[in-house]
Each structure stands twice: as C-alpha cells, then as structure tokens.
C-alpha cells in the first residue's frame, strides 16, 4: 500500500529535527533535549514536533521512554526503540552494574592492545572534560563520552556497538539510589583518579592493568550506589 505523502509543513518540520539530530553529534543513546527546548530552538509548534518525533521513531532512528526522555537509537535495527524501552522497564540498577562489569573491563583491555595515539587523545579529553565539569549533568554525560571512548579506542565496531546498545539502556534505567548532596562533583571525586588509571593503563599498552583499572573503577561506582561491591 502506498503512504500519503506528508504534508510540506510536517516534510520541513521533520527534515529540522533530522538536521538537528545529525548536525549535533549525538551517539547512539544519547538523549535529546527536553520537547519544550526543542520547539523554541527549530522554531516548531508541539504538534508538528510530535508528528516529526513520531516519524523518526517510526522509521528507528529514536526511542521514546515514558518519564525519561528521548532517545537516539542504532538506526539499523528497525525494532530496536520498543526492545530498549522493555528492556529499560525490566532491567534494575545492579543488573545494569552487573552488565557494565562483564563488558567494560573486557573494553578496557582491548583498547589497551589495540588504541591508536589519536584514540587515547580522545580519551584524555574525555577524561578532562569530565574533572572539569561544573554540575552534575554535564559531569554524567562526560562520564558518559569518556567510557565511550574506551569502547571507540578497542577499533573493533562490534564491541563499540554491544557498547552502545548497553548504553543505551542504561541511560534510560531509573537510578533512583543516586543522590546528589551537592550540586557539582567535588574536586577529589573517586571517578577522577580511577579514570586517570584506566588512562595511564591504555597509554601504557598495559591490557592486564587496564582490565582491572576498569573493573575496580565500576566496583567503586557499584559501592558508591549500592554500598557493596
């Protein structure tokens, strides 16, 4: 059956929102700004918006979870946004710690056998980007470009996508053990040494060290959460 062509307003609506997505380096999981910000910044009425966001969800390049935003999808696999949102209903905080610790480490050491000089300089930003993050949402999602990088310096696109198709749900798990007794990372916040190991590990070619570097780092993050490794 043939679809009726969408109307030049929804085509324009729907061709700024894409514009906006790949002009603005998102990576698979990242999430998108909130719809209010988005109707003042491509300059969209609710609806037209909605209908855009509806299309690309349609066509697998975004996922939406009820409370907690949207998100970018792996455009590839075209029922990947309703599996993601299950699987963030379904997955709990510690399974998602659980996931992280088989795989990351196991990132980790790759990327030490195989990271390119221009890899880990990217690594290095991210790891500064984040000490230098001045509240705690910037500081997540540069923790976030940071752990991503890892996966990036393995130069093996199988692992970075198991990576980001991980990230994905683990962006949109609700965490609700977090609490926040300031309003920025402190200076000597833990993430920032254990980064600085896992850095200096891949630097150093060093894939038994990075390994573990990557696995206390997660511990850490795991007790800091939970109260137990």
Not at 76 to 89: C, E, F, N, W, Y
Not at 94 to 102: E, S, W
Not at 119 to 134: E, F, G, Q, V
Request: proline residues 6%; hydrophobic residues 45%.
């Amino acid at each position: 059956m043939t679809e009726t062509p969408e109307p030049a307003d929804q085509q324009a609506a729907g061709k700024a929102l894409r514009d906006f997505i790949d002009t603005g380096q998102f990576a698979p999981g990242d999430r998108l700004p909130p719809e209010r910000a988005l109707m003042v910044q491509l300059g969209l009425t609710r609806t037209a918006l909605r209908k855009a966001l509806d299309r690309l969800e349609h066509d697998g390049r975004i996922w939406r979870h009820v409370g907690k935003g949207t998100f970018i999808a792996s455009a590839p696999v075209h029922d990947q946004p309703g599996r993601l949102a299950t699987l963030s209903k379904q997955v709990t905080p510690a399974q998602m710690m659980r996931a992280r610790l088989a795989l990351e480490p196991a990132l980790a050491r790759d990327a030490a056998l195989n990271a390119t000089e221009a890899a880990i300089d990217t690594l290095r930003t991210a790891r500064d980007t984040a000490r230098d993050a001045s509240e705690w949402d910037t500081y997540e999602a540069s923790d976030d470009a940071f752990h991503r990088s890892v996966a990036v310096a393995t130069g093996n696109v199988l692992l970075l996508e198991l990576f980001d198709q991980m990230n994905q749900v683990r962006r949109a798990v609700a965490w609700n053990s977090v609490v926040r007794t300031a309003a920025h990372p402190p200076r000597d916040h833990p993430s920032f040494a254990e980064h600085d190991r896992i850095v200096a590990a891949i630097a150093a070619r060093a894939p038994a060290e990075a390994q573990a570097a990557m696995r206390d780092h997660l511990g850490s993050v795991a007790e800091r959460l939970f109260g137990d490794r």
